[in-house]
């Protein structure tokens, strides 16, 4: 499956507006699970990242250092599963999810990670997390 990467609109719950930046489909190779069978071997694990941020286009400004970037979503995963084998799929998804609330412009977060190659089909989890979560 094809990543896909989008921006569209929404609002927040005072009716105040945010854009959501997204990552989705986004498959890597990852050493994680808790089975002896799953030491040692990477999995196909796939991302997919929701993060609503603050709206203000008038100071973007036409300028990728202005905004929550898509490569700071997919370097901040490929950080985060370079640092090692991981056991569960929920540290996995709370650390994606500390990291992406983490920039200054990210208000929520919605992150779903699925082992793909996990009996009988994918296997997975689903957070949501706000800023004052974090």
């Not at 190779?29 to 796939?46: A, C, D, F, L, P």
């Not at 990670?113 to 949501?128: R, T």
């Amino acid at each position: 499956m094809e990543q896909r990467l989008g921006y569209v609109s929404t609002a927040s719950a005072t009716g105040e507006p945010l854009d959501r930046i997204f990552v989705h489909d986004y498959v890597l190779e990852v050493e994680i699970g808790v089975h002896h069978n799953e030491k040692g071997v990477t999995q196909r694990v796939r991302f997919s990242v929701d993060i609503e941020i603050a709206s203000d286009p008038k100071t973007l400004d036409d300028d990728i250092g202005r905004t929550l970037d898509y490569d700071y979503v997919i370097n901040g995963i490929k950080d985060i599963i370079s640092r090692g084998h991981i056991n569960l799929v929920e540290t996995l998804a709370e650390d994606v999810a500390r990291h992406c609330i983490s920039h200054p412009r990210a208000e929520r977060v919605e992150v779903m990670i699925e082992k793909l190659d996990k009996d009988p089909g994918a296997v997975g989890v689903q957070i949501v997390r706000r800023k004052q979560e974090a």
